[in-house]
């Protein structure tokens, strides 16, 4: 079946650091994938998105990429902040289907 | 805040009952994603429904039932009520409810069942 996977684990960074994030598909080709950000107990709340012939895609310290060959997506945030501190959510859609499959999202703790 | 309103913000209930989860979307969006968040599982996509009719159909439940009404807004119908139901339950809107659009998640309804 068609599944998005992201790191269960939560990814603890130093302030200032990058942040690096994956999401990966199998079973599954996506034409576009998306980035949210879910703070806890609130909705989440969009970031990004990529489409598939596009490799990279920047928004101020953000950055994500799609490497269809390895069947996935790197979201990076750069000079990460305490504020950044977060579960981030990818999901993925294609043009043929109204709906976005979601990955379990990864938890980011910034530490300052 | 995000312009999608969802009411109630909590409910508690018992199980064997119904509830009826309310959400308006915002202005101008004509779709409706309803979507089911458990503590150890990611976001569950139940229904989707564009300018009053259903788009596409996920994991829901034959218990649960949506619609969208002329207004656009939309409710979600839990009955039967099970102990595995309790959940945070997320409204969201798009535009067109193209694969590209964005959503926007309302605040959510924390469903719990006793």
């Known amino acids: 079946s068609q599944k998005i996977e992201q790191n269960s684990e939560a990814l603890n960074i130093q302030e200032g650091k990058t942040a690096t994030l994956t999401c990966n598909y199998t079973?599954?080709?996506?034409?576009?994938l998306q980035w949210y950000r879910q703070d806890p107990g609130r909705g989440p709340v969009f970031l990004l998105l990529?489409?598939?012939n596009e490799k990279e895609k920047r928004k101020e310290r953000l950055k994500v990429t799609f490497d269809t060959t390895l069947k996935q997506s790197l979201f990076h945030i750069t000079a990460s902040q305490p504020a950044d501190s977060a579960t981030y959510l990818c999901?993925?859609?294609?043009?043929?289907?109204?709906?976005?499959?979601w990955g379990a999202g990864t938890k980011l703790i910034i530490k300052p | 805040d995000s312009g999608v309103t969802q009411t109630p913000k909590h409910l508690i209930t018992a199980t064997g009952q119904r509830v009826t989860l309310r959400c308006s979307p915002r202005?101008?969006?004509?779709?409706v994603y309803w979507y089911q968040q458990s503590l150890d599982q990611g976001l569950q996509f139940l229904i989707h429904?564009?300018?009053?009719?259903?788009?596409a159909k996920g994991n829901i439940l034959e218990r649960f039932s949506a619609q969208q009404f002329p207004d656009l807004h939309s409710e979600l119908n839990l009955s039967s009520l099970e102990l595995g139901d309790s959940a945070l339950y997320f409204c969201?809107?798009?535009?067109?409810?193209?694969?590209?659009?964005?959503?926007?998640f309302g605040p959510g309804t924390r469903l719990t069942v006793l």
């Open positions: 079973n599954y080709s996506p034409a576009y």
């Open positions: 990529i489409r598939e």
């Open positions: 202005s101008g969006d004509l779709s």
């Open positions: 429904y564009y300018n009053g009719e259903e788009r």
């Open positions: 969201a809107s798009s535009v067109q409810g193209a694969p590209t659009d964005t959503q926007y």
């Open positions: 999901g993925a859609s294609m043009d043929s289907n109204y709906q976005l499959i």
